[in-house]
């Protein structure tokens, strides 16, 4: 069992908003690298009502000893509105998944969930360029990671959004900021799907349908899904079974560790002295 760390007057706390947050899975391996590098600073899950989120930011401006914030569904959204700056990603995606408190006080949101996903395919040996991605959901965390993948290479994303004014919106901004692109709303028949990315929340629910049929995704190099709980979606299990490989939630999770510590600047803290800035 990792050790609790010890809180003091001089603990910084990076709090990690969302509703619900039973499912998250960094505060494990995040405040173990905070334990193993020591460094005094906290990641703690909070349960925030969707329509509080604006004044928890603006809460969070007047904390100095908050460095920043990570932010989980269905938050990502609320928090880009409620930051006073974004990246160009986090602007792009219209959606916040890490806060950076600035010492005068001013809130920078950045999303980092596309390059995550793209990293943890690294990781399992799975490269993006020149390959066709079907991605499921067309949210934040989808949009981001669509874009991420269009930056990486790929030769063909399918984009699966319910909201079809959303879908059509994104595929527009595919086709024009990356030209030799072929974006689709749909699988075309033709076409085999070498890498399947569930960026949508199904799959946490035990009655929810599957992000995307199987049997259309048969030669698939990889299936992956961004849903952290279940641990193994009903959906990757399935994937599993067929014998194709699969991707966790939370190996997205864990990719996007160093990035998440090195934007709040704690990366650092040893060198700084414990400072923590």
């Known amino acids: 069992m990792q050790p609790v760390p010890e809180i003091t007057g001089k603990t910084i706390f990076i709090p990690l908003i969302g509703h619900p947050v039973e499912q998250v899975k960094s505060p494990g391996p995040v405040n173990a690298w905070f334990s193993d590098n020591d460094v005094g600073a906290v990641l703690i899950p909070v349960d925030i009502f969707p329509e509080k989120v604006a004044a928890f930011l603006d ?38 998944n890490i806060i950076r408190r600035r010492p005068d006080g001013t809130l920078l949101g950045d999303m980092v969930d596309g390059d995550a996903m793209v990293a943890a395919l690294a990781k399992n040996g799975v490269t993006v360029r020149g390959k066709t991605a079907l991605v499921v959901g067309a ?23 319910r909201d079809g004014a959303r879908a059509d ?14 974006a689709h709303d749909v699988l075309p028949d033709d076409v085999t799907v070498d890498i399947a990315i569930n960026a949508s929340p199904a799959g946490m629910n035990a009655a929810d349908s599957d992000p995307f049929p199987l049997d259309r995704l048969a030669g698939a190099e990889i299936i992956a899904d961004a849903v952290t709980k279940p641990a193994v979606t009903p959906w990757l299990e399935e994937a599993r079974r067929r014998g194709i490989a699969i991707q966790t939630g939370a190996e997205m999770t864990l990719a996007q560790l160093p990035t998440q510590i090195a934007f709040w600047g704690l990366d650092k803290e040893n060198e700084d002295g414990g400072s923590g800035r």
């Open 139 to 161: 949210g934040g965390a989808g949009t981001a990671i669509i874009y991420a993948l269009a930056e990486a290479g790929a030769a063909t994303i399918v984009v699966i959004e």
């Open 59 to 96: 809460a969070i401006r007047g904390t100095p000893n908050c460095p920043g914030v990570s932010v989980t569904m269905p938050h990502k959204q609320a928090a880009c509105a409620g930051v006073d700056e974004l990246t160009e990603r986090a602007r792009r995606a219209g959606a916040v």
């Open 169 to 182: 919106r994104l595929i527009g901004q595919l086709r024009r900021d990356y030209p030799r692109l072929q």
